[in-house]
């Protein structure tokens, strides 16, 4: 699975900013897709993601000004990013993964792209 992330840059807080990733390659074993991000001196943390059958999961810091979508014919999903806040800024990861039942077998990850956000 190759993951390809395009759509980060600057931004003024309170701006608005929409990254995409598009899956290629053994896309069936994928059953969920997601962002996570790492800001300077921090860990990798989750963003949002979305399973196969559409169900979503936003971080509580995103909720209500991110929003996880996706284009299931072009295998491809957006993170639509609207009251970016100076704390969003960091390197925004597209994930892949591979899940049986509850065990996460495998993820993938896309090169990373970055979002700052200027006060």
């Known amino acids: 699975v190759q993951l390809q992330a395009s759509g980060g840059g600057l931004v003024q807080t309170g701006g608005s900013l929409r990254l995409s990733c598009a899956a290629s390659?053994?896309?069936?074993?994928?059953?969920?897709m997601g962002w996570y991000r790492q800001a300077p001196g921090k860990q990798r943390e989750l963003v949002a993601v979305m399973t196969r059958g559409g169900s979503t999961n936003h971080a509580d810091s995103v909720k209500g000004r991110f929003t996880i979508s996706r284009d299931a014919a072009k295998n491809t999903v957006f993170l639509q990013m609207n009251s970016l806040k100076p704390e969003d800024t960091a390197v925004y990861y597209c994930?892949?993964?591979?899940?049986?039942?509850?065990?996460?077998?495998?993820?993938?990850w896309g090169q990373g792209t970055l979002v700052t956000v200027s006060s």
């Open positions: 994930n892949a993964a591979q899940v049986h039942g509850s065990v996460r077998l495998y993820d993938y």
């Open positions: 390659g053994s896309i069936r074993s994928i059953e969920i």
